[in-house]
C-alpha cells in the first residue's frame, strides 16, 4: 500500500513539473546582434570640367573651377579617418588641379590641395558620421608656359581610409 | 408450524429488498467539468541575428533584420489579453532593438516597437485563439556614431498578460 501510495506522488509530481514545462505563457528568443565597421564614399558626379580660357592681360590665366558634391558614412571612432585625393597620373607641365573638399561634420579639411600621383590629405580627422551633399571643388591653374592644352581627363580617386 | 411461516416471511422480504436494489430502471452522476485559463506561447525559433554591415554614402547605416514565428493558444474573453515585449538589459547606445509581431486573428499589432527591459506591448485585444507560425520579425538600426559593435546578444521575452 505504501509502495503504490509513492508511486501515484512521483507520477502527480512528474505530471505537475511537464504541466509546468510546458505551460508557459511567456517564451524567449536570444537576439544576436552585431555592427560591422561601415565606410562608404560617395561622389555624386560622375565629371566635373575645368576649361581655362581668360585672363587679365598682365596676370596669368584666370582659374577654373567646378564642383560636385560628396557623400560619406562612416561608423568609425572619432578622429580614426581620413579622405585622401589622387590622379590616375601627374598633370601637364604647368597645370595645377587642386580639390577642397568640405570636411563632414567633426573632421577637418585640408583646403585647396594640389593633386597627383601620389594621395594627399584633403580631409582629415573624421569621427562616425553620415553626412550627404558636402561640397567638392576642383580648380585648374594654367602658367602661360603650359600653353594651349587639348581637352584631356584625369582620374581623380577619392579614399576613405584610417588616419 | 409458525415458526416455520415466519422463516419464509423473513427470507421473501429480503427477496424483495434485494430486487429492489438492482432492478432500477435509471440512475444519475454528477459530471464535475472545468475549463481553466489557457495562455501559451511559444517562440519557433530559438535564436535571431542581425548584423548591420552595409550603408549609403550619406545615409544611416541600412538596417539589419530577421525573423521567426510564434505560436499562440489563449481561452480569454475577447480582447482580454496582450503580448508585451522586453530585453534583459537595454541596448546599447546608438543601437535600436526593434520587434515586429503580427497579429493573431482578432488581435492588434503594435508594428515595430523598440525593445527596452521595461515590457512594451506587441500584440493588444487578443480573443481567444489557437494559431501558429506567426510572424515575428526583429530589426536592428545603428547610427554612425555608435561604431563597430562586436557581436553580442540580447535575451527578449515575450509574454502573455492580461489587457
Redesign the interface.
Known amino acids: 500500500m505504501k509502495r503504490a501510495t509513492s508511486l501515484l506522488f512521483a507520477l502527480a509530481l512528474m505530471g505537475v513539473l511537464a504541466g509546468t514545462a510546458?505551460?508557459?505563457?511567456?517564451?524567449?528568443?536570444?537576439?544576436?546582434?552585431?555592427?560591422?565597421?561601415?565606410n562608404?564614399?560617395?561622389i555624386d558626379d560622375a565629371s566635373v570640367t575645368l576649361t581655362v580660357n581668360s585672363a587679365t592681360a598682365g596676370a596669368v590665366p584666370d582659374q577654373a573651377s567646378d564642383a560636385t558634391t560628396?557623400?560619406?558614412?562612416?561608423?568609425?571612432?572619432a578622429d580614426a579617418k581620413k579622405i585622401t585625393g589622387a590622379l590616375n597620373t601627374t598633370m601637364p607641365g604647368g597645370l595645377t588641379l587642386k580639390a577642397n573638399m568640405t570636411a563632414p561634420t567633426g573632421a577637418t579639411s585640408a583646403g585647396a590641395t594640389t593633386l597627383t600621383d601620389v594621395a594627399a590629405n584633403l580631409v582629415t580627422l573624421i569621427?562616425?558620421?553620415?553626412?550627404?551633399?558636402i561640397a567638392l571643388a576642383f580648380t585648374l591653374d594654367a602658367t602661360i608656359a603650359a600653353g594651349v592644352v587639348g581637352a584631356a581627363s584625369k582620374t581623380c580617386t577619392l579614399t576613405l581610409t584610417n588616419t
Not at 508557459?24 to 565597421?37: C, G, K, M, P, R
Not at 569621427?127 to 551633399?133: F, I, K, L, R, T
Open positions: 510546458f505551460a508557459a505563457a511567456s517564451d524567449t528568443i536570444t537576439v544576436n546582434y552585431e555592427v560591422q565597421a561601415i562608404e564614399l560617395n560628396y557623400d560619406i558614412t562612416t561608423n568609425c571612432a569621427d562616425g558620421v553620415a553626412e550627404a551633399n
